[in-house]
């Protein structure tokens, strides 16, 4: 674990909370740690195109329930490190930094939780190293062979992913983004979520992650590594007890594809926020928690 100078860590609420820097997979990730060292580990994994910040109401209520947590910036997000070429930016590979950052902590096994790409990740940590993962939490994104299937069959489901698309578009995503100053994503964020989920003060911070040297063609890479690299993973059914979390409004995924999911889950639960979007952990924070710690309990 690498040591560099740290940031304020008062947003976060929890007294041990610290800002970290640890090597894993080659790289180094930025990640945020709070809690007993002894606790029971959960890896909170952010969604694009958020950072750590995306967690950042839910470190306290995790520590004070007894859990040791670790909030990365997933490779090529704000702080953490931003390798060079769209290779880089596999789904194995991702996987493989969470694993890597698990054992950081001198563990074997974590409960794992992820939104939005964060879930995406969750779900192949969960598939492909099945023996890290204690308990698994899904928010708003399917199971990959769910997702492959209506991508492939649901013209509702294609008109929705079309900025997919887009993003296959070398360097022109990004120098847009960056003439309007990150319209797209903050109204992706603003328009797509319950009114006020979003404070000019949390634009403000994201603005600032994406405008890190790198950081914007990196995130967007992980789009490009899903078209171009089809990884297969030994299995398709999920091990580990999991708890699927649905915002029924999501702009960006079909709302069946929730169920669906949750047959590769022979210990699996689905709870539906029907008045939600994509955007549930910011707009039902409480609720989210309680089920979370519910489920690890």
Not at 174 to 200: A, H, K, Q
């Amino acid at each position: 674990m690498t040591e560099r100078p740290v940031v304020d860590t008062s947003v976060l609420g929890a007294p041990s909370a610290e800002h970290t820097f640890r090597e894993v997979n080659g790289l180094t990730l930025h990640t945020v740690a709070a809690g007993d060292t002894d606790d029971p580990l959960v890896v909170l994994l952010h969604g694009f195109p958020e950072f750590w910040y995306e967690w950042r109401g839910y470190v306290k209520q995790f520590v004070d329930a007894g859990y040791r947590v670790l909030v990365p910036d997933q490779r090529g997000y704000n702080r953490s490190d931003k390798p060079a070429g769209v290779r880089s930016y596999r789904i194995s590979e991702l996987s493989r930094d969470v694993v890597d950052l698990v054992a950081t902590e001198d563990r074997e096994t974590a409960h794992v939780v992820g939104h939005d790409w964060g879930a995406a990740v969750a779900w192949d940590v969960a598939l492909r190293y099945p023996e890290v993962v204690d308990r698994l939490g899904i928010i708003n994104v399917p199971h990959p062979r769910v997702f492959e299937a209506h991508l492939t069959s649901n013209l509702t489901q294609l008109r929705k992913s079309w900025y997919m698309f887009y993003f296959q578009v070398p360097w022109l995503p990004e120098r847009l983004s960056r003439r309007n100053e990150y319209r797209f994503m903050t109204e992706t964020m603003r328009s797509g979520s319950l009114p006020e989920t979003f404070s000019e003060m949390d634009f403000d911070r994201y603005r600032r992650a994406w405008d890190r040297n790198g950081a914007l063609t990196a995130m967007i890479n992980w789009y490009r590594a899903l078209f171009r690299y089809r990884e297969a993973v030994p299995r398709e059914q999920v091990q580990a007890p999991t708890l699927i979390l649905w915002g029924d409004n999501d702009q960006a995924l079909v709302p069946e594809m929730a169920a669906e999911s949750l047959v590769y889950c022979p210990d699996g639960r689905l709870e539906r926020f029907p008045e939600a979007t994509h955007w549930v952990p910011h707009e039902y924070p409480g609720r989210v928690a309680d089920l979370l710690l519910d489920h690890l309990r």
